[in-house]
């Protein structure tokens, strides 16, 4: 039987492909911009006929279909594995939990059965000549999620660019159990946001300048990685690598700037390496069949192996705050809960462990509530309840728009004094003075 014969045969609606679903399944979404869409909605189309229905996916993009009626959650229960701002709101409704994981570790929950999944289905690129249906930018964990999968939906969509260069980027119709064919709406896209503050400008300035040419960049999400990728495209380094987490937009304009050439990768080489990517239509464009870009699971690009065996590397991150002990939170602000680990430690330990290699925490010294009123993200402690992100022991450099800090191996005393030198002036006596009680004081550089 030839690829398309067998195409025909496992082409089906959305409504009889969902009929799979049973009340009491786990139904994996896929992830990111590949999270079903008419599939979506077709299940929606069966919330009476269905209760505990557990699904599993990440960083939606656009609101689910399932979620639209009030009585949801008796229904449909969401396991997110990173959380986006859709994804916060559904926690209010009690209809969203987060699942708190090593990123990296991911494609091993699937394969070692602590992850299990009864109906897979998830949005693909339309099938190859070779009988392949490409995941798209969300190799991710994908290839392990379909290994233990009981069944698999695929909803083709043509806009879904084709994204090659690594392993697990795909799958073949033979391992399918029905085909649907979607509407072809353009796949989630994921801003920029707004212009660069001036502070994301301060903050990128200091990062830039301790970046060497021949570099091997993994940015973060956010105003202040993407600031960084803005000013390094203006700047005069040459010959850098990527190996990342997420491809973001900010890599498109880095390389059309002839910034990126991947020549001192040791490994991977000339190659742009990530996990999955999330942006607008320019970068989605940009990765479609480009050889240049690497595909791949996160078991290999957020793995600190893989990590440190790349010189100079360079994390860039964001965090929600910090406190004077050096930890950092990037996932809640105290029990309200924000994104999630992702692979931010795996990079901060991969890029120490890197000949040359420095890893970034960044972030704004202040912010200001709905109240108008300044807070300080540097604090004497984390919030009571806030998520440890990256420990101590393991935070490297920390950046303000009032200066860089390298934070390890200091003394307790010099970690506080060192934080408190790029904290927002306003707010550096009263830290002082918590320091102090704390015991992690012993002199002032004032």
Known sequence: MSFLEEYKQKLVSADEAVKLVKSGDWVDYGWCNGTPDVLDKALARRTDELKDVKLRGGILLKPLAIFEREDSPEHF?????????????LIARGCAFYSPIRYSELPRYYRDGAATTDVAMFQVAPMDAHGYFNFGPNASHLGAMCEGAKKIIVEVNENMP?????????IHISKVTYIVEGDNAPIGELGVGGPATEVDKKVAQLIVDQIPNGACLQLGIGGMPNAVGSLIAESDLKDLGVHTEMYVDAFVDIAKAGKITGAHKSIDRYRQTYGFGAGTKKMYDYMDENPELMSAPVSYTNDIRSIAALD???????????????????????????????????FVLGAYLSNGGKSFICCSSTFTDKSGVMHSRIRPTLAEGSIVTDTRANTHYIVTEYGMVNVKGLSTWQKAEAIISIAHPDFRDELIKEAEAMHIWRRSNR
Not at 328 to 334: A, F, T
Request: proline residues 0%; charged residues 20%.
């Open 77 to 89: 229960t969401w396991n997110s594995w990173h959380m986006s701002g859709i994804e916060r709101k």
């Open 162 to 170: 084709r994204c090659h260069g690594g392993s697990e980027t795909g």
């Open 312 to 346: 100079n590397f360079i994390s860039i991150n964001n965090c929600v705050d910090l406190d004077l002990f050096g930890q950092i939170s990037s996932e809640s602000s105290g029990t309200k809960h924000i994104s999630g680990a992702g692979g931010q430690l795996d």
